[in-house]
């Protein structure tokens, strides 16, 4: 039982450490604007993230290009089925083409605009506050945004309030 406890107070205290680090992190990227992962994100209150935002037409033609459903399937529990696996395959595919280009991990988010407009976004990244200095630069947002609009998303990316 000495061993458990032990080990116990040794997990205990890794997970403190890990959550003053945590926070310490946080306080820097709120003075800075510094990148945050988008965990961090979503327990900080007017966290930002930059992204595409994803029209529903565009994930329609999308969707029926990477996994189309049956136009005789009428069963509402198969229909839902097969929309949730349409949804994955789009989303796991936007973020498979951009993850090739931007290596940090793109993510599936819902933001507001500045008009306060709700949007689905693949995310790129997640900030405290706006910094143009850490999102894709140059070449790269060109190789981004040709890769979103040949999937026949036009809108560029932009930053959105994390909801």
């Keep these: 039982m000495g061993i458990f406890v032990q080990r116990s107070r040794a997990c205990s205290c890794l997970i403190y450490?890990?959550?003053?680090?945590d926070a310490y992190l946080v306080q820097l990227s709120l003075s800075f604007?510094?990148?945050?992962?988008?965990?961090?994100?979503?327990?900080?209150?007017?966290?930002?993230?930059?992204?595409?935002p994803l029209n529903e037409s565009s994930?329609?033609?999308?969707?029926?290009?990477?996994?189309?459903?049956p136009p005789d399937l009428t069963d509402l529990e198969e229909l839902q089925e097969a929309r949730s696996i349409q949804a994955?395959?789009?989303?796991?595919?936007?973020?498979?083409?951009?993850?090739?280009?931007?290596?940090?991990?793109?993510?599936?988010r819902i933001g507001l605009d500045t008009k306060g407009k709700h949007h689905l976004l693949l995310a790129l990244l997640a900030s405290t506050k706006r910094n143009d200095q850490i999102i894709p630069q140059?070449?790269?947002?060109?190789?981004?945004?040709?890769?979103?609009?040949?999937?026949?998303?036009?809108?560029?990316?932009?930053?959105?309030?994390?909801?």
């Design 138 to 163: 140059g070449e790269t947002l060109e190789k981004l945004i040709n890769a979103m609009a040949a999937e026949g998303f036009k809108k560029k990316p932009d930053w959105f309030t994390l909801t």
């Design 17 to 21: 450490m890990d959550l003053v680090a």
């Design 88 to 108: 994955k395959q789009i989303f796991g595919h936007l973020i498979k083409i951009c993850h090739e280009v931007w290596p940090d991990r793109p993510d599936i």
């Design 33 to 52: 604007g510094m990148e945050i992962t988008y965990r961090q994100a979503s327990r900080i209150r007017g966290s930002l993230v930059y992204g595409f």
């Design 59 to 69: 994930l329609m033609r999308c969707g029926e290009k990477l996994h189309p459903i």
